[in-house]
T-cell receptor, first 113, second 112 residues
Framework: EAQVTQNPRYLITVTGKKLTVTCSQNMNHEYMSWYRQDPGLGLRQIYYSMNVEVTDKGDVPEGYKVSRKEKRNFPLILESPSPNQTSLYFC????????????FGDGTRLSIL | GDSVTQMEGPVTLSEEAFLTINCTYTATGYPSLFWYVQYPGEGLQLLLKATKADDKGSNKGFEATYRKETTSFHLEKGSVQVSDSAVYFCALSGGSQGNLIFGKGTKLSVKP
């Protein structure tokens, strides 16, 4: 089954404790992206990757890092999480950038205390 | 920059009522347009898409037509069901970042 898998689905942690949210897709997609969803703001892009070893900032990259060492994986790293990063996060992928629909994971709800 | 504006919710309808959720966009060039649906506790699923002017996307009884002259992509369904209760997002793509630009979402509740 074609899917985007995120882990964990839920996480409660404390300020400053490094965490990683994993994302993996099994569709051999070139393009991957991270979004955060906040009430009243919709979804905003954090980082994206057009292919292996190619990553770039989206609209709200501050406080986040990513890497793309393999085509299927695109982890999101919070080196020193803060309460304003409490949000619902989605990973997405598509065959390539631009006009094609993106496939979304089920989301990761992070709470930073 | 590119942007999407969709009607504020929540929208509450009775089963079998007609649904319209308005969506307008601002974009340079010729973006693709999408409607995504988010059911409670789940990720976003593509509902329908249109890639050029006058295209009509349709799926599960929902329809939307890409109107370049009015820069709109309104979502419609003739007879909603309780199972259609969800949050609906209008989005466009085609920018240099390859990202989707989303509207803020419209929550639909359908009562039996």
């Amino acid at each position: 089954e074609a899917q985007v898998t995120q882990n964990p689905r839920y996480l409660i942690t404390v300020t400053g404790k490094k965490l990683t949210v994993t994302c993996s897709q099994n569709m051999n997609h070139e393009y991957m992206s991270w979004y955060r969803q906040d009430p009243g703001l919709g979804l905003r892009q954090i980082y994206y990757s057009m292919n292996v070893e190619v990553t770039d900032k989206g609209d709200v990259p501050e406080g986040y890092k990513v890497s793309r060492k393999e085509k299927r994986n695109f982890p999101l790293i919070l080196e020193s999480p803060s309460p304003n990063q409490t949000s619902l996060y989605f990973c997405a992928s598509s065959p390539r950038e631009g006009r094609e629909p993106q496939h979304f994971g089920d989301g990761t709800r992070l709470s930073i205390l | 920059g590119d942007s999407v504006t969709q009607m504020e919710g929540p929208v509450t309808l009775s089963e079998e009522a007609f649904l319209t959720i308005n969506c307008t966009y601002t974009a340079t060039g010729y973006p693709s347009l999408f409607w995504y649906v988010q059911y409670p506790g789940e990720g976003l699923q593509l509902l329908l898409k249109a890639t050029k002017a006058d295209d009509k996307g349709s799926n599960k009884g929902f329809e939307a037509t890409y109107r370049k002259e009015t820069t709109s992509f309104h979502l419609e369904k003739g007879s909603v069901q309780v199972s259609d209760s969800a949050v609906y997002f209008c989005a466009l793509s085609g920018g240099s970042q390859g990202n989707l630009i989303f509207g803020k979402g419209t929550k639909l509740s359908v009562k039996p």
